[in-house]
């Protein structure tokens, strides 16, 4: 499938409102992002829904912004199975924690899931961006230190290896330590995607946890009603 490219000079294309809500340009107004913009090269590209927009191990030279749309970000794990890591939205940008370093290549196979708009900047254009105004610098320090730190989380729930054990570290970080229910946001098959697993696993463990009585699902809304045996699931992994 095919993309629409459109360059610097089709100003029409470029959200700049929306801009400055992307942590990138936090703080910014539209008319300072546009006049950052003009100084330096960039591109927008369409994608239609379920377009490959990058594999994992593609070189990251540029900084992608999507300015409209969303993507997933997915990966195999040890056993071959596809892994959704998380879904991105607009205006957030991808791959920030990749764009320098030794190993500038995408850790995730990203692709489109909804009919999607990315800016792409040039990593040379950037670092003039960050020259000429202090607040991209401490956006992009602050966005890459949020990264890690999502990283670091995300691979500590990787380490959960029954299903269990999974959704009661999710419930129990959605609840915190003063709720004592979670609306989901998500769907049922999300989850599953979230947790590498099928849904009809998923719907088994959580018909087994209210069985149990730890927990109650009411639609949308999960119920804790044993928090120590949530705990009981995490700690004896």
Same mark, same amino acid.
């Given at each position: 499938?095919?993309?629409?490219?459109?360059?610097?000079? /089709?100003?029409?294309?470029?959200?700049?409102?929306?801009?400055?809500?992307?942590?990138?340009?936090?703080?910014?107004?539209? %008319?300072?992002?546009? /006049?950052?913009?003009?100084?330096?090269?960039?591109?927008?590209?369409?994608?239609?829904?379920?377009?490959?927009?990058?594999?994992?191990? %593609?070189?990251?030279?540029?900084?992608?912004?999507?300015?409209?749309?969303?993507?997933?970000?997915?990966?195999?794990?040890?056993?071959?199975?596809?892994?959704?890591?998380?879904?991105?939205?607009?205006?957030?940008?991808?791959?920030?924690?990749?764009?320098?370093?030794?190993?500038?290549?995408?850790?995730?196979?990203?692709?489109?899931?909804?009919?999607?708009?990315?800016?792409?900047?040039?990593?040379? %254009?950037?670092?003039?961006?960050?020259?000429?105004?202090?607040?991209?610098?401490?956006?992009?320090?602050?966005?890459?230190?949020?990264?890690? /730190?999502?990283?670091?989380?995300?691979?500590?729930?990787?380490?959960?290896?029954?299903?269990?054990?999974?959704?009661?570290?999710?419930?129990?970080?959605?609840?915190?330590?003063?709720?004592?229910?979670?609306?989901?946001?998500?769907?049922?098959?999300?989850?599953?995607?979230?947790?590498?697993?099928?849904?009809?696993?998923?719907?088994?463990?959580?018909?087994?946890?209210?069985?149990?009585?730890?927990?109650?699902?009411?639609?949308?809304?999960?119920?804790?009603?044993?928090?120590?045996?949530?705990?009981?699931?995490?700690?004896?992994?």
């Amino acid at each position: 499938m095919s993309c629409t490219i459109c360059y610097t000079f /089709q100003k029409t294309m470029v959200n700049y409102p929306l801009l400055s809500q992307s942590p990138v340009f936090k703080g910014l107004s539209p %008319d300072r992002i546009e /006049q950052l913009l003009k100084s330096i090269r960039f591109q927008i590209k369409k994608y239609p829904k379920d377009y490959l927009v990058a594999s994992m191990g %593609d070189p990251v030279s540029q900084l992608y912004i999507i300015q409209k749309g969303s993507v997933k970000g997915e990966m195999l794990d040890y056993s071959g199975k596809t892994l959704k890591i998380e879904d991105i939205n607009a205006p957030r940008p991808l791959a920030t924690a990749f764009l320098f370093g030794n190993n500038t290549t995408f850790p995730v196979t990203v692709t489109t899931t909804a009919d999607t708009e990315i800016m792409f900047i040039p990593v040379s %254009d950037f670092l003039s961006l960050m020259q000429q105004e202090r607040q991209v610098l401490v956006n992009f320090l602050n966005t890459i230190s949020s990264r890690t /730190q999502f990283l670091s989380h995300k691979l500590h729930f990787l380490s959960f290896r029954s299903i269990k054990s999974k959704l009661a570290h999710f419930l129990l970080q959605e609840a915190g330590s003063w709720r004592d229910a979670v609306e989901l946001r998500e769907t049922q098959q999300q989850l599953a995607d979230l947790f590498g697993v099928t849904r009809p696993s998923l719907a088994r463990v959580i018909g087994e946890m209210q069985r149990d009585g730890i927990i109650r699902a009411d639609r949308r809304i999960i119920h804790l009603v044993d928090r120590d045996k949530l705990n009981h699931l995490l700690h004896n992994e």
